[in-house]
């Protein structure tokens, strides 16, 4: 019976801090329940130790199985229906590598969906990270801030600085 509350304790803690994309380091402050002797550092590195790692790679492969086909690519979103014209069910890298936005706004300022090597002008990137002011709004659709900004907005920026291949 301990193991198994052990075990459900630990999903818990894995689901809860990947879904919030939290990865912070510790503040290093006292808390109720932080244990704040000589050995309070070695907690903290215990705990952080416990964190869940980021496991994608920088690839468009990676990507795909452990970010788009989980968050992108469901109901009406960009499978088969291409919300906003986007499918990524298909050969992703022709669907947005050099490709021209279709959202208005972004369209109407030459925005390019994944510009090779240059993350800080991908449209697709700075509709994860937040986009500008009449280009549309944060995917995912609902979200009010990045999702999951340290793993997979990283490798998807990691990705697009390292040349967007195939």
Known sequence: MRRLSLYFISIVLLFGAAACGDSTEPSGGDTAGTNTGSDAGTNQDAAMADAPACEIEPT??????????????????????????LDLTGDIHAALVNVP??????????????????????????????????????????????????????????????????
């Open 101 to 166: 936005a279709v959202f208005a706004g972004a369209a109407a300022n030459g925005k390019i969906l994944v510009v090779p090597g240059d993350p800080d002008n991908s449209y697709f990137l700075q509709k994860l990270e937040g986009p500008d002011a009449g280009e549309g709004g944060i995917m995912p659709l609902g979200a009010q801030e990045p999702m999951d900004p340290a793993c997979r907005i990283k490798m998807v920026r990691q990705w697009i600085a390292e040349g967007a291949n195939p």
């Open 60 to 85: 468009l492969a990676s990507l795909n199985e452990n970010y788009f086909s989980k968050s992108c690519t469901f109901g009406s979103c960009h499978s088969e229906s291409k919300a906003g014209g």
